[in-house]
């Protein structure tokens, strides 16, 4: 058998900054977006009366990202705690870019700040081959932390 990845599922409190997030700063399309309830919704996501806005977000080759807008139960907040590496769970989201530069430009002119600054990563890792990772990070509307990562040969810009 085979398997590859579908798609993160990502519960939100702010739908329509999420979908802005990913749809408009980082370029994904709205692949689906309706609202979802009934028995088997409530079987299938283990919550009674489950009412959900559930949108699909995809890239250009099918990656995507699930956002679940809770109309019923209400979401549930963690503590921003949770976008540490050393915290256990789900730590970030990475999406491979062909420019980084023009990302981050784009994210900026929305109004979005990066919480680190461009880390060069793997030029020491024999796996890398010579390649390096360009990464910054930065943080949704849900405080999801986004990885954005640019694999370039060591040196090049």
Known sequence: PTMRLHHVGIAVKYMESSIAFYRD?????????????????????????ARVRMVLLSDEVGNMIELLGWQSPPVREKPLEHQRFTSMGLVEVCFMVSDLEKVEENLTRKGYSFRNPV????SD????????????????P??????????VMKGDT
């Open 119 to 122: 880390w060069r990563f793997g």
């Open 25 to 49: 700063a980082l370029g994904l399309t709205v692949f689906q977006d309706e609202v979802i309830s009934g028995p088997d919704v409530d079987m299938g996501l283990m919550e009674k009366d």
């Open 142 to 151: 849900n405080g999801v932390q986004v990885e954005l990562m640019q694999i």
């Open 125 to 140: 890792l024999e796996s890398y081959g010579g390649a390096e990772a360009k990464i910054r990070y930065v943080v949704d």
